[in-house]
């Protein structure tokens, strides 16, 4: 038989074989496209053939090669889609329908938003501003001197450190008070805003506290702002947040960019008073620093300190939800563990 007919009588062959289960499947395999198919000794007859055929030869031969190529990969997707189907479940129309997985605000995005939504009832608007700042917004327009502990490395995060011919030092924000420094720059007062935002700090990661977390601060720059005005607007943050018996108290404190400053304490919301670790046996616990804007960090931004006066506050998130919901580990709230986030799905504020 000569090879031209040899091509013709493989030809008849794929066509007319059966392929209707996986064994039949793996014989066509081996006789047609394995490693040592009979197609392949037709590739070595291409020696005998007279040179003016081998041309045409040589296309019959790839004819025949891809037929059955093509073959074999209908039959492989054809076996493939049965097995999908056949493990398909069966649909039980009979059966209650299941309850759809609803996923959990995390906890210091409701406190977050909480706090938002108090100061916004009255007056405050929202104020952002960047992360990675310059040594003048994040320190010394908020009345820091040069020696000031907060401006060493164990506190902070330097991105880069100016150099001896005055360039400034690049900072991650150790608070979201360079977004009162901008704001105060680029506002006239009246100004009342709220600055949320993430912050960082080198800090140890404990129980107690982290690299990474989360304030919110608040500013009122006008005429004839008192420290009266301060007490009554915390006052009324306090209990909208908590409840209204909440005990609250005010500390002298310092603060740099505030004078007078104070401290605020409420009473410890997880021992109620008895003492505990949150509140290191005291019953009260701070949740916030304030103060009356210093006269310096008004000048610094062009205001008039003779004319307005204003206050100004802080408070971390992961404080203010540690006592809302009881929560006695800062780390749980970067941990991503789902059991500990499902608990704050149905937490209404």
Known sequence: ??????????????????????????KYRLRFI????????????????????????????????NLAEDKFKASVELFKGAKQVKKAAPVDLTLPPQDDEVGAVHPLTQIRARIIQIFERIGF?????????????????LNFPPNHPAREMQDTFFIKKGSKDGEEDIVLRTHTSNVQIRLMENQKPPIRAIMPGRVYRNEAISARAHCMFHQVEGIYINENVSFK????????????????????RFRPSFFPF???????????????????NI?????????????????????????????????????????????KFQVNDLRLYTENDVRFLKQFSRITL
Request: glycine fraction near 8%; charged fraction near 30%; aromatic fraction near 8%.
């Open 1 to 26: 038989m000569s090879a031209e007919e040899k091509i013709e009588s493989y030809k008849k062959e794929i066509e007319a074989f059966s392929i209707s289960n996986e064994e039949e499947l793996e």
């Open 34 to 65: 394995g490693r040592k198919n009979v197609l392949g000794e037709l590739f070595g007859e291409m020696r005998n053939v007279a040179p003016e055929n081998r041309k045409s030869f040589g296309v019959s031969l790839n004819e025949l090669k």
């Open 125 to 141: 608007s929202v104020a952002d501003g960047p992360e990675i700042e310059d040594d003048f917004h994040n320190f010394t327009a």
């Open 229 to 248: 005005d301060l007490k009554q607007t915390l006052y009324h943050f306090a209990k909208e947040l908590f409840h209204k018996d909440i005990k609250i």
């Open 258 to 276: 505030t004078e007078p400053s104070a401290e605020m304490d409420i009473s410890c919301l997880i021992c109620h008073g008895e003492g505990c």
């Open 279 to 323: 509140c290191k046996y005291t019953g009260w616990v701070e949740i916030l620093g304030s103060g009356m804007v210093d006269p310096n960090v008004l000048e610094n931004c062009d205001i008039d300190s003779e004319k307005y006066t204003g206050f100004a506050f802080g408070m971390g998130i992961e404080r203010i939800a540690q006592l």
